[in-house]
């Protein structure tokens, strides 16, 4: 997957210490993708919007 363009973000609940983040980028059309901020060449997650959307609202309730 070509994620040429991404623009990559960071929860502004990740702080500044440990370095323990992802970065997603959904600025892309069709996709969402995930990467580690520490490793930002290595290998990233891509999702369909609708599947990242479940995940987040998962995420959220627990």
């Not at 069709?30 to 995940?55: C, H, I, N, Y």
Request: hydrophobic share 40%.
């Amino acid at each position: 997957m070509d994620l040429i363009g991404a623009s990559w973000r960071k929860s502004t609940r990740s702080g500044s210490g440990g370095g323990n983040c992802v970065e997603v980028a959904d600025n892309l059309p069709g996709v969402v993708g995930v990467r580690d901020s520490k490793d930002q060449a290595g290998p990233m997650l891509t999702f369909e919007p609708a599947a990242w959307r479940a995940f987040i609202w998962s995420a959220k309730r627990h």
